[in-house]
T-cell receptor, first 118, second 110 residues
Framework: GAVVSQHPSWVICKSGTSVKIECRSL??????MFWYRQFPKQSLMLMAT?????????EQGVEKDKFLINHASLTLSTLTVTSAHPEDSSFYIC??????????????FGPGTRLTVL | GIQVEQSPPDLILQEGANSTLRCNFS?????LQWFHQNPWGQLINLFY???GTKQNGRLSATTVATERYSLLYISSSQTTDSGVYFC????????????FGGGTRVLVKP
């Protein structure tokens, strides 16, 4: 159980275009989903926290107008990179936390999306 | 915010060897997870262990919350254990927000 999927797994786009990444919890409902970014040979950095039906909370230094997050249902969150530039090229990973009510904060991660902006 | 340090940063092992990875954190936590990131980037959940000791096959972990550290033990290492191991912690009301350590890059040689 606790499977999270992401789509697409990789994407190449031209500078100035927008790219949407989907994150789905396949076998559980996720009240909270998270978006992380990872540069080569570095650790993961939290970008934003999204709760179903409410606005996302962005970490300091993350542009909310550039990285649009929508958490429309308990199983789907989307990240849209708007007007992408080469410096946005990175590995984007989502995670989800369930609604089991057990008090566990355990997060389960998607396989990631590799974005390359030309 | 909370600081997370992992050591060692790199580890080279001969197949069959045992090893210990360490994670130090700067504040009390109510969430601590260990992950293995495979070569394709997927984070595999190893342990959810804000306190206590757990074992899963050749892997085990111990978190001493009062002393702010956690240890991941790998016994009888195999080449498939290669990859990056991350410790991530969360605290307080935002216990669901994870802060990642820098990772330990493990290479197991046959």
């Amino acid at each position: 159980g606790a499977v999270v999927s992401q789509h697409p797994s990789w994407v190449i786009c031209k500078s100035g275009t927008s790219v949407k990444i989907e994150c789905r919890s396949l076998d559980f409902q996720a009240t909270t989903m998270f978006w992380y970014r990872q540069f080569p040979k570095q650790s993961l950095m939290l970008m934003a926290t999204s709760n179903e039906g409410s606005k996302a909370t962005y970490e300091q230094g993350v542009e909310k107008d550039k990285f649009l997050i929508n958490h429309a249902s308990l199983t789907l969150s989307t990240l849209t990179v708007t007007s992408a530039h080469p410096e946005d090229s990175s590995f984007y990973i989502c995670s989800a936390r369930g609604t089991s009510g057990r008090g566990s904060y355990e997060q389960f991660f998607g396989p990631g999306t590799r974005l390359t902006v030309l | 915010g909370i600081q997370v340090e992992q050591s060692p940063p790199d580890l080279i092992l001969q197949e069959g060897a045992n090893s210990t990875l360490r994670c130090n954190f700067s504040d009390s936590v109510n969430n601590l997870q260990w992950f293995h990131q495979n070569p394709w980037g997927q984070l595999i959940n190893l342990f959810y262990i804000p306190s206590g000791t757990k074992q899963n096959g050749r892997l085990s972990a111990t978190t001493v919350a009062t002393e702010r550290y956690s240890l991941l033990y790998i016994s009888s290492s195999q080449t498939t254990d290669s990859g990056v191991y991350f410790c991530a912690v969360g605290s307080g009301a935002a216990g669901n927000k994870l802060t990642f350590g820098g990772g330990t890059r493990v290479l197991v040689k046959p």
